[in-house]
């Protein structure tokens, strides 16, 4: 089991203070963020993909080649690399290249996005989405598994006698998840390949991810990659900790209140209650954690959400601080596997 934060790289001001970060000052923090995941023991740093405001992470693996430098055991992915606006030659290419310079250390997972107008700023057409996914990630695979290869497709101009490069590192591709909240098509995707599926159910209600989670399993096993419980599921979820439960709901209020994606909708008591949203002691993160597995089986990868909406930098990195000592720990333990 591998647990691990991840982010989307949002600016927004702090309600309390009205401030929010400059670009610069959000940027260096999502290094410093993941420096700490490492020191911490967490297996796992996530950066986001967006291409427009209010977010700052367009370039994966800029911020994952820089970080790279700066740690030597965690293991560097995204939360999102954009399958279907991004050539995938260039994704072929520059996740190799990231992958040499990560010793290795590289996953990534792919998805869709969920901002509209990011397809055409890219030539593409938000109609075409899925089948997009579906003819880019098939060339991507091939692009770094075959030496040479000839393609031709709906979407891009052919290939003939191409060859990517660099090659994955010692002829071994990146391991690749597929992201998706809602569309069955994706985790068939997943399935078909024997690849990761991950459900970022950070918004959603039980029922519904275990439909999706059980959709992907059972298509694995029918495609032939081992039984349905050795499928490859990642969860997504979001936390924010105190030592007293009243004290971090009084203090996560106004993030949640004003948060654009949370805000103006059921309370933050209702929206813990339908929802992976996890906001009280280390020991009820802990709690609603091992809920996971009781809902939608064994699964492979967590990743936790601990900064974004405004948030002080201080408090995410004390977040961190709070996995790494108390709430992982408690995962891991075998008395509580079993």
């Known amino acids: 089991m591998e647990f691990g934060i991840f982010g989307v790289g949002d600016i927004a001001p702090d309600p309390r203070t009205g401030r929010a970060p400059t ?6 923090r999502m290094v410093e963020l993941a420096v700490r995941a490492e020191e911490a023991g967490l297996d ?17 693996t800029t911020l994952l080649g820089f970080i790279a430098a700066r740690t030597s055991r965690i293991t560097l992915s995204t939360s999102t690399t954009l399958i279907t606006t991004n050539d995938p030659v260039k994704i072929a290419e520059d996740y190799a ?22 397809y055409p700023w890219f030539g593409k057409d938000i109609r075409d989405g899925i089948a997009l996914a579906v003819e880019n990630y098939a060339l991507l695979r091939r692009l770094w598994r075959e030496e040479v290869v000839d393609w031709s497709g709906r979407f891009r101009t052919p290939l003939q006698g191409f060859t990517s490069t660099p090659r994955p590192l010692d002829g071994r591709p990146p391991f690749v998840w597929h992201g998706s909240i809602r569309s069955p098509q994706i985790a068939e995707q997943a399935a078909y390949y024997g690849d990761g599926f991950f459900h970022n159910n950070i918004f959603w209600p039980v029922d519904h991810t275990r439909r999706m989670v059980e959709f992907y399993r059972e298509r694995f096993e029918h495609h ?7 499928a490859i599921v990642g969860l997504g979820g979001q936390v924010f900790m105190r030592r007293r439960s009243q004290d971090a709901i009084e203090e996560f209020r106004p993030y949640f209140d004003h948060s654009p994606i949370y805000g103006h909708g059921p ?10 949203l996890a906001v009280g002691s280390p020991q009820q993160v802990i709690d609603r954690t091992m809920r996971f597995r009781e809902d939608f089986g064994d699964y492979r ?5 601990i900064d974004g909406m405004g948030l ?26 079993a």
């Open 23 to 28: 670009e610069h000052e959000r940027i260096k």
């Open 44 to 60: 796992v740093y996530a950066t986001g993909e967006h291409h427009n405001p209010p977010f700052v992470p367009s370039s994966p």
């Open 97 to 118: 290249m990231l992958q040499h310079l990560a010793d290795g250390r590289l996953d990534l997972m792919l998805g869709r996005g969920n901002t509209g107008p990011v």
């Open 224 to 230: 032939g990659h081992g039984s349905a419980d050795q």
């Open 267 to 276: 309370s933050l008591e209702e929206t813990m209650v339908q929802t992976p």
């Open 301 to 305: 990868r967590q990743l936790f959400n």
């Open 312 to 337: 002080p930098h201080e408090v995410a990195l004390e977040q961190i601080d709070l996995l790494g000592a108390e709430v992982v720990p408690a995962l891991r333990s075998p008395s509580r596997a």
